[in-house]
């Protein structure tokens, strides 16, 4: 096969860039610090460096001089355009490509970026979802230049694009993105952190920040596979489809060899996603069939989710490069695992220290007892949001199903913070539980050192060594929204904390912090839960302690109108009651319309696929036992019965598709359980016509033979 081809020709390239090393290449189509230094005035990139690194404010003198220094970089590696790059709230990227050439007057051209270029560009903003924001009469728009994520090159066939990271704004400044909240989010929670460190007399080096590391999970699949399914070309997931004999009962998949197909899949986007200055660093098998994770380390929260996002658009590329097709969709095959995108979420403070670092004693670190009791107050007061921030269409096919976690957010603490909260609730904690040591039995080997605590895979929101995991994340969605959030609440959670220590004589401050952290985990201890969330003993457990269990996204995403989510967000400045209400709008709009159009499509695939392909193998059953019988004299007792049960199973999905027909575009609940209803009588007939009758890639061939 052609693609087949394609593959050996890139991966004899691969085998050359691979001799190179690492650090020789990383970070080289990124516009960042190395190049800036080496394309600015001392006096430049000193200002430029002290926005980014530093936080301070942006010397708008600078502009002409950064756009063109990073025009002759990004020329000299081969770019001819430039476009702002962008994050609407599709909750994918967007750019419009506009050359460096201008004409020069005499029949040439010149090459040309200035600074007006570089800060502002002026994209049509009711053409983007805005939930009534920016209608088509007012469609003037703004995107503005984001100097802590730097610019980078996006390599094409026979060039490049200077790619310039930006926020998308209104005409009268309302956010019409991802990137906007999130940076708003993030100077809320480094200000409350910083007026901390000042109340516990930490000395402020920097500016605080949050921190993230984006696990991705995906699938990949033959490509060819994929163009003859046509609900994954349209919905990303498969409509239908009969769970096969085997697939991840045995668990041989996960962390398994990988197979050389995949290797040369990963060894790629490693090289594509290190040339582009993201730290990816882990790769491996997850649990299902044809599934994969990468991982990168942890940066700066407003990077990581840039590079998330540029992430996942390299791997569609790359995949496609090596005959593949790469699946983000939450649950793109049925009865095994989905895929998540698990949000490692952290704070490092004014000191330049990992907030949530317990360290040896963490009974003894105070900083790091407000932080966690900040955490554990903050999800447990706004765990409605947190189950907002991460519904979707996709991700209710996954939530509550195999690996992933409920729709109850609760958290996970282990056995030794849980021991340390359940000291301070009776008064105060004295002791850290050590972890010690594992002996193997064999003296050949040596002892391994055990962590104090064990590891909490079913929890959504799970303490994880240094860090909060949100692991209800669906894999298809932008880390911006779950972001949005935690750092938000955690911000009112610790403005709270502080206008309490406030009050506090410093010469009791131990006391006071002692005395106000006993209360908080009195009042919100309910959150806390170390067991499995899997069961149904946790569901029940949950109803009783007042959890809240919103299964589907038209449920979670009320909780962003509520009165509560309207008065966190505007009083931290992150969106406005109308910018709020706007995104309810959007959200509540996409999972309609995907819903809709999943309906359709599962409707005209019956009708025009699966029942024609029933019909024909009835007719020929048919046709069988007259003819056998005819010879025989005797009844097809066995062939009638399976003639029977087709027939039965053709009626059921054609009933079925009716119904779903009349539900699609009303009702999303009966849409989604007639859509369900039609699939249960489908997948029933794949089992019993021949394979090389079935007009479909089977779920067998896609996750096996890739």
Known sequence: MSSRLKDIDFATKGDIMGTQSIPDYYGENVFGLKAMKKYLSDKAFK?????????????????DEVADAMKKWAVSRGATHFTHWFQPLTGMTAEKHDSFIEPDGSGGVIVEFSGEELVQGEPDASSFPSGGLRPTFEARGYTGWDPTSPAFLKEGPQGATLCI????????????DKKTPLLRSMKALSEQAERLAKILGIKCKQKAYSTLGGEQEYFLIDREFYYQR????QTGRTLFGREPAKHQQLADHYFGAIKSRVMGFMEDLDREMWKLGSPVTTRHNEVSPGQYEVAPVFENQNLAVDHNMLCMETMQKVAERHGLACLLHEKPFAGVNGSGKHNNWSVTGPDGKNWLSPGDNPHENERFLIMLCAVIKAVDTHAGLLRAAIASAGNDHRLGSHEAPPAIISVYLGDQLN??????????AKSTKAGGTIEVGVDQLPALPAHASDRNRTSPFAFTGAKFEFRAVGSNQTLSGPNVVINTIVSQALDEICTELEKAPKKDLNKSVQKLLQSIIKKHKRVIFNGDNYTEAWVKEAKKRGLKNLKTTPEALKEMTTKAAKDLFATYKVL????LQSRYDIYQETYETIIEYETSLSVDMARTLFIPAAIEYADLLAANIKSVEGLNKTKSTQTRKLLKEITTLTEAAIAAA??????????????????????????GLEGIVPAESWPLPSYAEMLFMS
């Open 47 to 63: 200002s430029l460096k002290n926005t980014i690194q530093s936080g301070g404010k942006l010397d708008a003198s600078i502009a």
């Open 165 to 176: 990271p930006t926020y998308f704004v209104g005409w009268k400044g309302e956010a019409l």
């Open 230 to 233: 046509l609900d994954l070309v």
């Open 419 to 428: 021991d340390i909260i359940e000291q301070i609730e009776k008064g105060g």
């Open 576 to 579: 406005s009651n109308t910018e």
């Open 658 to 683: 009716d119904k779903a027909a009349a539900a699609a575009g009303g009702d999303t609940g009966k849409a989604r359980k007639a859509a369900g209803d039609l699939r249960v009588a489908v997948d």
